[in-house]
């Protein structure tokens, strides 16, 4: 028997980070001082991960241009100028697909990922319908016949909300919907 037990605030926040590729570090000190210093440089590995440092792996394959936007996206975390906290890299998802670019839009959310792990499950919520304005506006899909599908198909959103960590796959995934949702049934 499987326990049915909710996961507690902070076992939730350990599953986020460990998914954004961070690692989780316990140590034993012998003094306050010892704990201080490993207090503050664990502080400023934080920040070099929210500044976007050492993360290349995930932009390598990302223009100097594209980088630079999501970068400045990133850097806008918190902004007034949107309801949301991470309203910039959202508005920034919605223009790389505008721009049919599916790999960049996998891309910018894995960076938030890394940079902010804790607001990468509420930037997810939004890419079901990030996806669904790009078929309609972009691949010809009917949204009627989109309506069907989807109702059809439940798991489809986490289809998405699993390959968008997986730039070529994410992009497959969308065209193969794409694809599903132009069918007649």
Do not use: C
């Not at 929210?50 to 290349?56: F, I, P, S, T, V």
């Amino acid at each position: 028997m499987t326990d049915k037990k909710p996961l507690s605030r902070v076992q939730k926040q350990r599953e986020i980070r460990v998914a954004a590729g961070w690692q989780e570090v316990k140590v034993w000190v012998p003094t306050e001082k010892d704990a201080e210093d490993i207090r503050n440089l664990a502080d400023e590995r934080r920040k070099k991960a929210e500044a976007l440092e050492g993360l290349h792996n995930e932009v390598k394959t990302v223009t100097p241009e594209t980088q630079i936007r999501i970068a400045q996206a990133i850097a806008e975390h918190g902004s007034a100028a949107y309801t949301h906290s991470s309203g910039a890299v959202l508005d920034l998802m919605t223009k790389l697909a505008d721009e049919d670019d599916l790999q960049s839009f996998s891309r910018a959310f894995i960076i938030l990922a890394r940079a902010k792990p804790t607001n990468a499950a509420s930037v997810a919520s939004f890419i079901p319908a990030k996806i669904s304005n790009f078929l309609i506006k972009y691949r010809g899909v009917d949204p009627r016949m989109m309506m069907d599908w989807t109702q059809a198909h439940p798991e489809w959103t986490d289809r998405l909300k699993d390959a968008v960590r997986d730039p070529e796959r994410f992009e497959l995934v969308v065209e193969a919907m794409a694809q599903e949702m132009k069918r007649p049934h």
